[in-house]
């Protein structure tokens, strides 16, 4: 074992809470930054749901329940996933391995869809943010969230946005809903409230729920995103990356799902009826309960996660093709090799401008309506988590894990449950589509190329190159080298002496 120098002697305890604390910094600031999409989609899958209710407030409760249900499947079944696949990959690394590379791209194609609609909802979504605060904005809707869109693109010109400023933002804004609950505790229910009736059991309450709880499940789209953002933690070992983003799942179900049914409690409890066209839900309710101050702090502090989640998926969207991309060092080589091509800041711009241009025409059919993009949100990752779980199935049973097989057949079954329920809306129908034309690109341009082998891995490899980027080439980590990496690297060496 290397000794310290001369004169900084440190004790086997002292070290020893130095990993301990370093370790810790990372795996919050890991599972807090993954989670900002989940977290961030609490400010519209709720009033989703309730918009599918016509406003029956006494059935939002049962709807929400059954969305936090359904996520806490495919957790339980992604808790397996990345076990298996402690390098990230998620369910394109899944498919592969079940299934050959050829089907990796169908969730690959279900990704690129995704990206797109997560940075057109959240611009969307946090020009609502911004109007519940400043009214007079309302008549400068799209023009705002098309300002939004270029701001956060641009930004990304300057490379990636660090993995603590994600977390930062996820953290500020559970703190003004924390806020807000608490003011909520001691609010008068509104006269509404006893106004609503909860139609019995033979009154259509069970199928309204049914149909929609699935508009709502735009609250698992950043489920996928720890299977996946492990590759980004080459400081740990395969042990490591294994433990973080199980713990990353785990309390990315805690912490939105509770937040999601506190939320849901508070709505329901107070009366909060659906909200006006220049309002929200979740606004309405903080305007209600808080102080002015409190207020503000919801709203700043919605609208930032919210464009940091678009700004996330600006990043991983063109990462994805870069991994694709032909050029020097492209271990797939099968799409266009201007889309490999970063600038000085490592920054693939061309795709980041293709993603740009996708997710403005979004906004613009839309005109910046989050309500209406919700239609279309959860179809997309859907196909993904479906591909993934029937992949962890065949997979569990090769190795004869009975009981996991059961689990991820439940799972799987409750995710096809959900799609088929979205795509009975034609607006679904949309979004599928473009799934099923993405996925076909990527595979047809994958044949062209002589049908190259690893292609499964690209999601992983994608992470990991983000990691690189934004660290200069460096191993990945907001974190410094002396704080927590070399603790980690010390602790393994300690471990295999």
Known sequence: MRRPPAGCLVSAPATRRAWIHGRTALLIAFAFSVMADPVSSVAYAIEAALRELDGNLALLLPAMGMVVLVVALVVTSYHQLVGRFPEGGGAAAATGKAFGDGLSFVPMGALIVDFVLT??????????????????????????????????????????????????????????????????LGAEPGAAQTATHAPGLFDGAPLAVILAFPVAMALATGVEAPSSAIAQLAQLDDAGRRTFGRWALWLTLGIVGTLTLAITAAVVA????????????????????????????????????????????????????????????????????????????????????????????????????????????????????????????????????????????????????????????????????????????????????????????????????????????????????????????????????
């Open 119 to 184: 940075i057109a909802i959240s611009v969307s979504a946090g020009s609502s943010a911004l109007i519940s605060y400043l009214p007079a904005l309302a008549p400068y809707r799209l023009p705002l969230a098309l300002g939004l869109l270029v701001v956060v693109a641009g930004l990304m010109w300057f490379g990636h946005l660090g993995r603590a400023v994600f977390a930062l933002l996820t953290v500020i804004f559970l703190a003004a809903a924390v806020a807000v609950l608490v003011s909520a």
């Open 270 to 497: 107070l009366g909060i009826h659906l909200p006006h066209e220049d309002s929200t839900l979740v606004a309405d309710l903080a305007r209600a309960v808080g102080t002015p101050a409190v207020f503000t702090l919801f709203q700043a502090a919605t609208a930032l996660l919210l464009l940091s989640a678009a700004s996330s998926s600006f990043q991983a969207g063109p990462g994805l093709l870069k991994a694709l991309a032909r050029g020097e060092g492209s271990a797939h080589g099968v799409l266009p090799e201007p889309l490999g091509r970063t600038n000085s800041h490592h920054t693939p711009y061309v795709g980041v401008v293709l993603f740009l241009v996708l997710s403005g025409a979004v906004v613009i059919a839309a005109d910046a309506r989050e309500p209406r993009l919700v239609l279309f949100y959860a179809v997309a990752v859907f196909v993904s988590f479906l591909m993934g779980l029937a992949s962890m199935a065949i997979l569990a049973h090769r190795d004869g894990q009975r009981r996991w097989v059961a689990l991820n057949v439940a799972a799987a079954i409750a995710v096809a449950f959900t799609l088929a329920m979205n795509v009975i809306r034609p607006a679904a129908l949309g979004s599928l589509a473009a799934t099923a034309l993405a996925a076909g690109v990527l595979y047809a341009a994958w044949v062209r190329a002589g049908r190259p082998r690893g292609a499964a891995h690209a999601v992983a490899e994608a992470e990991a190159g983000e990691a690189e980027s934004a660290a200069g080439g460096e191993h990945a980590g907001e974190m410094s080298e002396e704080t927590v990496s070399i603790p980690v690297r010390r602790a393994g060496a300690r471990t295999r002496e």
